[in-house]
């Protein structure tokens, strides 16, 4: 599986978009990106995943560049529960392993 | 709809002791995973299953065995616990199905003295 890379920590103002970056330069063709969030001491939430076009949720979007080689997940209005570990994870959609690895995440803190 | 349950949430052992943690899920999922936790890391999976009746090992599967008997439960056992193992367990289920959504417990807080 590809590997990730994201900051270890970012601060957002509140009301204000917060853009979390990935970096995945060893992506493989059939390999998608998963964005999950962790809020303190919970177990990890799915928020939204994509193969090379652009996606957008009620939680977020997710912009992939056309090399597929980074994605950015932004929160439109980030707020305070939006506080959390977000991870950027890169694994083929199908197949019988069906792992997700994740790294360390990047801790978004949204300031008031 | 529970979704996923994991029994029991807070557990303290000493050290070679045995214990089982349980994750039961509801939403008739293929796949269901345990994962470790520790301060400052990301999650570790340790074992996980594509199906009843079948395991396998991930990055961190030393110490621990699973079984996964019926569809609905899959158990992560410790049978000689250690100081090292002292964690946060994740428990995580998905279906077959094309989003690839995982979805975890609350997790299951194990101190090893």
């Known amino acids: 599986d590809a590997k990730t890379t994201q900051p270890p920590s970012m601060d957002c103002a509140e009301g204000r978009a917060a853009n979390l970056p990935c970096n995945h330069s060893?992506?493989?063709?059939?390999?998608?990106v998963y964005w999950y969030r962790q809020i303190h001491s919970q177990g990890p939430q799915y928020i939204i995943h994509g193969l090379k076009n652009n996606e957008t949720n009620e939680m977020a979007s997710l912009i992939i560049t056309e090399d597929r080689k980074s994605s950015t997940l932004i929160l439109p209005h980030a707020t305070l529960r939006d506080t959390a570990v977000y991870y950027c994870?890169?694994?083929?959609?199908?197949?019988?392993?069906?792992?997700?690895?994740f790294g360390t995440g990047t801790l978004l803190a949204v300031q008031p | 709809n529970a979704g996923v349950t994991q029994t029991p949430k807070f557990r303290v052992l000493k050290t070679g002791q045995s214990m089982t943690l349980l994750c039961a899920q509801d939403m008739n999922h293929e796949y269901m995973y345990w994962y470790r936790q520790d301060p400052g890391m990301g999650l570790r999976l340790i074992h996980y299953s594509v199906g009843e009746g079948t395991t396998a090992k991930g990055e961190v599967p030393d110490g621990y065995n699973v079984s996964r008997l019926k569809k609905q439960n899959f158990l992560l056992g410790l049978e000689s616990a250690a100081p090292s193992q002292t964690s946060v367990y994740f428990c995580a289920s998905r279906g077959t199905g094309s989003t690839g959504e995982l979805f975890f417990g609350e997790g299951s807080r194990l101190t090893v003295l």
């Open positions: 060893t992506i493989s063709g059939n390999e998608y």
């Open positions: 994870i890169v694994r083929p959609h199908g197949g019988a392993t069906n792992k997700l690895i």
